[in-house]
């Protein structure tokens, strides 16, 4: 089945620095999402990004989907950006194919 | 409702009783997922409901899982004779496939512990 790679595996920010988070995967998808899972365990959509480039206030995404990789930038962040951030994606069977995550950790 | 609800939000079983798990999927959404979360893992995929089709179980990890849903609505997650490895966040996901894009929108989870 398709593999699904993150990194870094953890990060630790001060409050106000920029960060970017890579998702790889090993074959073509149809479909791809950004999750941010918060402290109390809530999974919360970010991005739907099969493809191309999207924004969202200090988010942004992009993936490339001919060299099977996603980019989820975080600018300026904040302590509440503070969880793992997961990709998933689906290779046409209907169900996503979560990574492992990126624990992030900004500090005051 | 406003999002995927599921119930109960804890549940603490003995080892070698049975849970089951409910989920509450988006109106209207037709296609509804389970997921299992182990304490510091991503998330598994269970098993997939799509319409009135035959549902794709082929990420229950045994024969003592089961999932039921009548139609587009209220799905439930059985587990019988619970085992201590079975302690992980239930998730429950829904999205309209049939509509662009296929974003899945998850609930709050379940979080089972078997002692």
């Known amino acids: 089945g398709i593999q699904v790679e993150q990194s870094p595996p953890d990060l630790i920010l001060q409050e106000g620095a920029n960060s970017t988070l890579r998702c790889n995967f090993s074959?073509?998808?149809?479909?791809l999402q950004w999750f941010h899972q918060n402290p109390w365990g809530q999974l919360i959509n970010l991005f739907y990004?099969?493809?191309g480039t999207k924004q969202n206030g200090r988010l942004s995404a992009t993936t490339v989907a001919t060299e099977r990789y996603s980019l989820l930038y975080i600018s300026s962040s904040q302590t509440t950006d503070s969880g793992v951030y997961f990709c998933a994606v689906d290779s046409g069977f209907q169900k996503l194919v979560f990574g492992t995550g990126t624990r992030l950790l900004v500090s005051p | 409702g406003a999002g995927v609800s599921q119930s109960p939000s804890n549940k603490v079983t003995e080892k070698g009783k049975d849970v089951e798990l409910r989920c509450d999927p988006i109106s209207g959404h037709t296609a509804l997922y389970w997921y299992r979360q182990r304490l510091g893992q991503g998330l598994e995929f269970l098993i997939y409901f799509q319409g009135n089709s035959a549902p794709d179980k082929s990420g229950l990890p045994s024969d003592r899982f089961s999932a039921e849903r009548t139609g587009e609505s209220v799905s439930t997650l059985t587990i019988q004779r619970t085992q201590q490895e079975d302690s992980a966040v239930y998730l429950c996901?829904?999205?309209?496939?049939?509509?662009?894009?296929?974003?899945?929108?998850f609930g709050p989870g379940t979080r089972l512990t078997v002692l």
């Open positions: 996901a829904s999205t309209h496939r049939d509509r662009a894009p296929d974003t899945q929108y």
């Open positions: 074959d073509s998808v149809n479909n």
């Open positions: 990004i099969p493809s």
